[in-house]
């Protein structure tokens, strides 16, 4: 039933925490890395990107780092707040393809 | 808000029936996706186009789904003869190629087949 699907790995934190969400992905020829932030009812929505030339990248309280030896790819959220609680998606873009394969996502839970 | 609207936000139908789903993209986009979800699962790949030009079809789009963007702007999604396995989420989502790969989903069309 309906159930199965909502078996989501979950990361519970409290507010002001760090948090860090792991992604691993196959495909060594993506060249291109995106991690959304899904909110239920509402549509992904973009944090951050990374090009497969760059081990890491930092935002306004989010980073993310790249580990292509080991096809690994992680989120690294700073200070972490209620409003980060969510879903968060890492999708990967092959090379020579405009297209993104998602992975499962992550739920995030933050306790006040 | 991203700027990509879809309409409905919801659909109740029938198994048997059709229906079919608007997007309308962030204006000066020139790539359309669309992705079907499903519960606890990521996005799922269906059809992009660039401009009115359909560029690519996942193997799960079968023939019962079409897609089409008439003149390069909004673009609908219909499903024929709805299963109830055709219940889902979709997604819609926009880009510009000039800037790179970034896409910029819409609120979705929950689909619920009965």
């Known amino acids: 039933g309906e159930s199965v699907g909502l078996h989501l790995p979950t990361l519970s934190v409290q507010e002001g925490d760090n948090s860090i969400i792991n992604c691993a992905y196959s495909?060594?020829?993506?060249?291109?890395f995106i991690w959304y932030k899904q909110e239920s009812g509402k549509g992904p929505q973009f944090i951050i990107d990374?090009?497969?030339?760059?081990d890491k990248r930092q935002g306004q309280r989010v980073t993310v780092l790249l580990n292509k030896t080991v096809k690994h790819l992680s989120l690294q959220i700073a200070a972490t707040q209620p409003g980060d609680s969510a879903v968060y998606f890492c999708?990967?873009?092959?090379?020579?393809?405009?297209?993104?394969?998602f992975g499962k996502g992550t739920m995030l839970l933050v306790s006040p | 808000d991203t700027g990509v609207s879809q309409d409905p936000r919801h659909k109740i139908t029938k198994r048997g029936q059709n229906v079919t789903f608007r997007c309308d993209p962030i204006?000066?986009?020139?790539?359309l996706y669309w992705y079907r979800q499903t519960l606890g699962q990521g996005p799922e790949f269906l059809t992009y186009?660039?401009?009115?030009?359909?560029?690519?079809k996942s193997r799960l789009l079968s023939d019962r789904f079409s897609a089409e963007r008439p003149k390069g702007s909004f673009s609908t999604l219909e499903i024929q003869r709805t299963e109830q396995g055709d219940s889902a989420m979709y997604l819609c989502?926009?880009?510009?190629?000039?800037?790179?790969?970034?896409?910029?989903f819409g609120p979705g069309t929950r689909l619920t087949v009965l």
């Open positions: 989502a926009s880009s510009l190629v000039a800037l790179g790969y970034e896409q910029f």
């Open positions: 495909n060594s020829a993506s060249d291109y």
């Open positions: 990374i090009r497969s030339n760059m």
């Open positions: 999708a990967e873009k092959a090379r020579g393809y405009s297209t993104l394969t």
């Open positions: 204006s000066e986009h020139n790539r």
């Open positions: 186009f660039q401009n009115e030009a359909q560029l690519e």
